[in-house]
């Protein structure tokens, strides 16, 4: 009998455990934040310590560290632009180490997987993680218009365009835009802008198939 009030005791703990951590991280969480539309000005809502541990601790709150991840890898990002490399790498490092960590959890976030093909692309664009974090968002979110400018804008950039299927999930993006989301024209404008020579080759002949009128827009 006293072993069954021990056990009892214990799974009390440990539920109450689990309850007092999920709904302290509940409190400490950050805002939701979207991933950024325009890759030219991905910056951070958040500009400080992004915490960790207490959601890392509650195993019923995935959702906030996949939150927390995706403020420190857009954080990352956004000084691979304005800071020094050493606090550039340190940074990257530690941004790649949280993102690659949740995803091992939770597998199926599209933004996440596309932050890590953007912080690989920073630290080395020809990595082939570019490539294949750029193919999970795909995979994970196939028609998400969220996401749809910042896709264009790493497939034309750093030459994933030069592998098969990736350049036929470009395509649809391009499709899609073209016939059933015109506002985000502008998106393959810019993408076209900032690509490589063989993705503005690509989105040149793409626009071309579907509207041939909306040719000399990308070349203003």
């Given at each position: 009998?006293?072993?069954f009030r021990i056990l009892l005791t214990?799974?009390?703990?440990?539920?109450?455990?689990?309850?007092?951590?999920s709904a302290v991280a509940e409190m400490?969480?950050?805002?939701?934040?979207?991933?950024?539309?325009?890759?030219?000005?991905?910056?951070?809502?958040?500009?400080?310590?992004?915490?960790?541990?207490?959601?890392?601790?509650?195993?019923?709150?995935?959702?906030?560290?996949?939150?927390?991840?995706?403020?420190?890898?857009?954080?990352?990002?956004?000084?691979?632009?304005?800071?020094?490399?050493?606090?550039?790498?340190?940074?990257?490092?530690?941004?790649?180490?949280?993102?690659?960590?949740?995803?091992?959890?939770?597998?199926?976030?599209?933004?996440?997987?596309?932050?890590?093909?953007?912080?690989?692309?920073?630290?080395?664009?020809?990595?082939?993680?570019?490539?294949?974090?750029?193919?999970?968002?795909?995979?994970?979110?196939?028609?998400?218009?969220?996401?749809?400018?910042?896709?264009?804008?790493?497939?034309?950039?750093?030459?994933?365009?030069?592998?098969?299927?990736?350049?036929?999930?470009?395509?649809?993006?391009?499709?899609?835009?073209?016939?059933?989301?015109?506002?985000?024209?502008?998106?393959?404008?810019?993408?076209?802008?900032?690509?490589?020579?063989?993705?503005?080759?690509?989105?040149?002949?793409?626009?071309?198939?579907?509207?041939?009128?909306?040719?000399?827009?990308?070349?203003?």
């Amino acid at each position: 009998m006293s072993r069954f009030r021990i056990l009892l005791t214990a799974l009390a703990l440990t539920i109450g455990f689990c309850a007092i951590a999920s709904a302290v991280a509940e409190m400490t969480a950050l805002e939701r934040t979207a991933f950024p539309a325009d890759a030219a000005k991905i910056r951070s809502p958040w500009a400080g310590d992004v915490p960790s541990l207490l959601a890392t601790f509650s195993p019923f709150r995935s959702e906030l560290e996949s939150n927390h991840a995706l403020i420190t890898a857009l954080q990352a990002i956004e000084s691979g632009r304005q800071k020094s490399a050493t606090v550039r790498s340190a940074e990257h490092a530690d941004a790649l180490g949280r993102v690659r960590q949740t995803l091992s959890i939770s597998p199926y976030n599209p933004e996440l997987w596309l932050a890590l093909a953007l912080l690989q692309a920073q630290r080395d664009p020809h990595d082939p993680v570019v490539v294949e974090a750029l193919k999970m968002t795909y995979f994970t979110a196939p028609n998400d218009a969220r996401l749809m400018p910042v896709r264009l804008d790493i497939a034309g950039r750093f030459d994933a365009l030069a592998i098969p299927d990736v350049k036929d999930l470009v395509r649809n993006d391009v499709q899609l835009i073209m016939t059933r989301r015109p506002e985000l024209k502008p998106a393959i404008v810019s993408a076209y802008r900032r690509a490589s020579d063989l993705g503005k080759t690509f989105f040149q002949d793409a626009v071309q198939s579907i509207d041939p009128s909306f040719v000399p827009t990308l070349r203003r």
